[in-house]
């Protein structure tokens, strides 16, 4: 499956934006869905995970509270919701898809990956 993620931009701390994953070449409804994020020098940080039903949902400890994220199956698209942004949430963001529901914050789980957005919080 091709993903292929939008949304980001430049947000004022405190503010919010949604990101949106759009899938190809296969069903999202069979996939695991997650979002990740890094900035330079970092590694790839787990932000959240969805199951592919859309039930069980599982959120990385620094933006529990402030992110949700959610699918429409039948527009082949995962959502990320962010609210109360703060300047530490600046990264780029990447959809990523499994085949499996298990250590879902493990990179290695995901065998597809989107191109990433930029999102810039600024003070």
């Known amino acids: 499956v091709q993903l292929q993620a939008s949304g980001g931009g430049l947000v004022q701390a405190g503010g919010s934006l949604r990101l949106s994953c759009v899938a190809s070449?296969?069903?999202?409804?069979?996939?695991?869905m997650a979002w990740f994020r890094q900035t330079p020098g970092k590694e790839r940080e787990f932000v959240a995970a969805?199951?592919?039903?859309?039930?069980?949902?599982v959120y990385g400890d620094s933006v529990k509270g402030r992110l949700t994220i959610n699918r429409e199956n039948r527009l082949n698209t995962v959502y990320l919701r962010m609210y109360n942004l703060k300047t530490e949430d600046t990264a780029i963001y990447f959809c990523?898809?499994?085949?499996?529901?298990?250590?879902?914050?493990?990179?290695?789980?995901?065998?597809?990956w989107g191109q990433g957005t930029l999102v810039t919080v600024s003070s």
């Open positions: 990523a898809a499994s085949t499996t529901w298990g250590l879902v914050a493990d990179l290695a789980q995901y065998s597809s």
């Open positions: 070449g296969g069903e999202l409804e069979k996939y695991t």
């Open positions: 969805i199951s592919w039903s859309g039930g069980p949902t």
